[in-house]
T-cell receptor, first 114, second 115 residues
Framework: DAGITQSPRHKVTETGTPVTLRCHQTENHRYMYWYRQDPGHGLRLIHY???????DKGEVSDGYSVSRSKTEDFLLTLESATSSQTSVYFCAISESGDYGETQYFGPGTRLLVL | AQKVTQAQTEISVVEKEDVTLDCVYETRDTTYYLFWYKQPPSGELVFLIRRNSFDEQNEISGRYSWNFQKSTSSFNFTITASQVVDSAVYFCALSGDQAGTALIFGKGTTLSVSS
């Protein structure tokens, strides 16, 4: 158990509304990641963080922003949700982010944008 | 470019059969890492194994075994004497060439084990 929680676990929202997903970890890991999982695509990286206030973009970052004001929390925001952002969102952590280090995943958030 | 291909979209077996899940990867890095994750019907992602490119020794863990072959760029996963609880989506993933970057995932193989 990597001590990762995600909230909410399920959310239904309407197109055009802002949505914030939260990832919380209890073990002081430096690196945190947001992925989305879609049928036929596996998981794809949205954004990641390598420390407080240090973030960078991933493969599918358009339409998403992130923030990390505390080590334990990594927030993913959809400023204006679209139907194409309906997905399952996973947060992950790794202790140092070293090349090849194992990433451990949270339980996921299922988001439906109507 | 880095890529992971899991050509088998779905596999169905009967309990006690052996099953092999294929994973082929592409990378230009000389050092890289490969992973397998399991996603059961409950939805969480469970880490199974990590293998680095300079260690080609095959690994066995109970009914699970992994065959890493650099010559064919493959990292296949075999479940011996499958059980219903093995039913899940299995993902193969490749580590990027910089610290903190994405795991590159294959699209996954859905394994269904019937009793």
């Amino acid at each position: 158990d990597a001590g990762i929680t995600q909230s909410p676990r399920h959310k239904v929202t309407e197109t055009g509304t802002p949505v914030t997903l939260r990832c919380h970890q209890t073990e002081n890991h430096r690196y945190m990641y947001w992925y989305r999982q879609d049928p036929g695509h596996g998981l794809r990286l949205i954004h990641y963080s390598y420390g407080v206030k240090d973030t960078d973009k991933g493969e599918v970052s358009d339409g998403y922003s992130v923030s990390r004001s505390k080590t334990e929390d990594f927030l993913l925001t959809l400023e204006s949700a679209t139907s194409s952002q309906t997905s399952v969102y996973f947060c992950a952590i790794s202790e140092s982010g070293d090349y090849g280090e194992t990433q451990y995943f949270g339980p996921g958030t299922r988001l439906l944008v109507l | 470019a880095q890529k992971v291909t899991q050509a088998q979209t779905e596999i169905s077996v009967v309990e006690k059969e052996d099953v092999t899940l294929d994973c082929v990867y592409e990378t230009r890095d000389t050092t890289y890492y490969l992973f397998w994750y399991k996603q059961p019907p409950s939805g969480e992602l469970v880490f199974l194994i990590r293998r680095n490119s300079f260690d080609e020794q095959n690994e066995i863990s109970g009914r699970y075994s992994w065959n890493f072959q650099k010559s064919t760029s493959s990292f296949n996963f075999t479940i011996t004497a499958s059980q219903v609880v093995d039913s899940a989506v299995y993902f193969c993933a490749l580590s990027g060439d910089q610290a903190g970057t994405a795991l590159i995932f294959g699209k996954g193989t859905t394994l269904s084990v019937s009793s």
